[in-house]
């Protein structure tokens, strides 16, 4: 399946941002520029990040006023900031002193770092003393790994999906009859499938790592439509006919039993980054209008 180029981050200080204070959970109001899962994002917030970055050249203003692309790419870095937050919590891991001494030390070589006003300095200093600590969140158990995927694929930051790509809905819809009256999915994929080798592959979407890819590769690099549909899909169920630029897709989510090792392999290497990207694919985001809307198939804010 056809992928699209990743693209660079836009600015260190944009990157950065994601540390900003949160205002503490509540019901959402005019005041509030987003949600995550129940914890609120202040419009004072998002608005002194925008302020601060713009004194410090990260943002260059049109007719003095702040480009929406760049407002949505600062809030989506608080955004996840809050996700990887959550995740912390959720896993008992903190941020250290020496996690934030280790940050500090290192950004202050950074030849702009004196010219950023304190505020922002803390925000950089935050967001990094959390990657540091994120990086100590351990794999969940087996046991919880199943729970979690059975109960939503996509909480634990990876997909492990199988699809029949064909090139008009109704050859879809024949498909997954078929496959609702016991067929075999490697089979019919090899009779129906336009897609090179699916015959071998068995509609198999992998990886270097297995049976399994990254959230995170699905949002950046696959068509979007697709992903929405296998975001949307359960564990064992054909999922369709859905539509992309490719053609009609019949998707599934594979059992855990057949991908569990490809994914304790890939949750292995990079634990609580997947778990923040299942975060923000899993829980309630929200977006104040005027800023559009979390699209979770790209994991960015879009127009409404």
């Known amino acids: 399946m056809s992928r699209t180029s990743r693209k660079p981050v836009r600015s260190l200080a944009i990157a950065c941002v994601a540390m900003i204070s949160l205002a503490s959970c509540g019901g959402s109001s ?11 994002i202040a419009k004072k917030t998002l608005e002194t990040a925008l302020s601060q970055l713009s004194d410090a050249g990260q943002i260059e203003l049109t007719d003095g006023v702040v480009p929406m692309d760049a407002v949505r790419s600062v809030l989506a870095a608080i955004i996840r900031g809050e996700a990887t937050k959550l995740v912390l919590t959720e896993n008992n891991v903190t941020v250290t002193d020496a996690d934030t001494k280790a940050v500090i030390d290192q950004i202050s070589k950074d030849a702009g770092y004196d010219t950023l006003g304190q505020e922002l300095k803390d925000l950089i200093i935050g967001l990094n003393s959390r990657d540091l600590a994120l990086t100590r969140v351990k794999a969940p158990s087996e046991a919880d790994l199943e729970k979690m995927y059975n109960t939503a694929p996509a909480s634990v930051g990876v997909m492990c999906a199988q699809h029949i790509l064909v090139k008009d809905e109704a050859t879809a819809t024949e498909v997954i009859q078929k496959l609702n009256d016991g067929g075999d999915f490697k089979k019919l994929a090899g009779e129906y499938s336009t897609e090179p080798n699916a015959a071998t592959t068995g509609g198999i979407l992998g990886s270097t790592d297995g049976d399994c890819i990254a959230l995170s590769d699905y949002q950046s690099q696959f068509d979007s439509a697709f992903t929405t549909g296998a ?74």
């Open 30 to 40: 005019k005041n509030d520029a987003a949600s995550v899962d129940g914890s609120v």
């Open 231 to 304: 975001l949307t899909a359960k564990v064992g169920v054909p999922t369709g006919p859905v539509k992309s630029s490719f053609g009609y897709h019949v998707i599934m989510i594979r059992p855990f039993a057949d991908i569990k090792a490809s994914l304790a392999l890939m949750m292995s290497k990079s634990p609580g980054m997947l778990l923040m990207s299942g975060v923000l694919a899993t829980r309630d985001v929200t977006i104040a209008s005027e800023y559009g809307r979390w699209d979770t198939a790209t994991g960015k804010i879009t127009d409404l």
